[in-house]
């Protein structure tokens, strides 16, 4: 009878190693059964498949194209002024806008993406040459023209553009990411307006 019981044990245990070395092959790629899935969850932003992106207005999608563009070029130049600049206040200035405009363009980017809309990649050749057109300017001509061009030109120009696509906006996550980013670009012009190669100009 003991003899019995422990032939049986072993014939069972025989069986269960058996299974499971069925069991884990088919999980195995390239097993008969059905693979382990080794797809990597989906990070956030990326798209999701069979998820189409939502409908993006004509006027929201070219708005959202060209201030990213913008919004590109002002963070390279405030770096350049960051770097080149000879007044501390001009610097402290465009260190500010290479925060504040990084943080609005990764934003912007963010919806951008969930909505399928591609933004520029690079500076256009425009921008390049306007970039160093500045970069060849040195001392106090740089920072009258950066204090002048970006810090006040450029920032009033923003504003108007984020005015209008605030009132017009079809897609309601842009509109308030616009409404979220024009304080911001007022506080800058408000800022640029104070520094001293401004002084006295509107």
């Not at 207005?57 to 990213?68: N, P």
């Not at 500076?123 to 810090?151: C, I, N, P």
């Amino acid at each position: 009878m003991k003899t019995f019981y422990s032939n049986a044990l072993a014939a069972a245990l025989a069986a269960a190693f058996a299974a499971g070395g069925a069991l884990a092959q088919s999980n195995t790629p390239g097993g008969n059964g059905p693979s382990v899935s080794t797809t990597v969850p989906a990070t956030p932003g990326a798209k999701t498949a069979g998820v189409k992106p939502a409908k993006v207005a004509h006027g929201d999608r070219k708005f959202m194209t060209k201030v990213a563009a913008e919004g590109m070029y002002e963070v390279e130049v405030a770096k350049l002024a960051a770097g080149k600049a000879s007044s501390p206040e001009l610097k402290t200035f465009a260190n500010m806008m290479v925060d504040d405009h990084t943080k609005a363009n990764a934003e912007l980017a963010q919806l951008a993406g969930s909505r399928g809309v591609e933004l520029p990649a690079a500076l256009s050749h425009g921008q390049r040459r306007d970039l160093e057109k500045m970069g060849k300017r040195s001392g106090d001509q740089f920072d009258r023209e950066f204090a002048k061009e970006v810090g006040l030109k450029d920032h009033k120009k923003d504003i108007k553009a984020f005015e209008k696509e605030s009132g017009k906006a079809k897609d309601p996550e842009l509109k308030a990411w616009v409404d979220k980013t024009l304080p911001t670009l007022r506080a800058h012009l408000d800022a640029a307006t104070k520094l001293p190669q401004n002084q006295g100009k509107g």
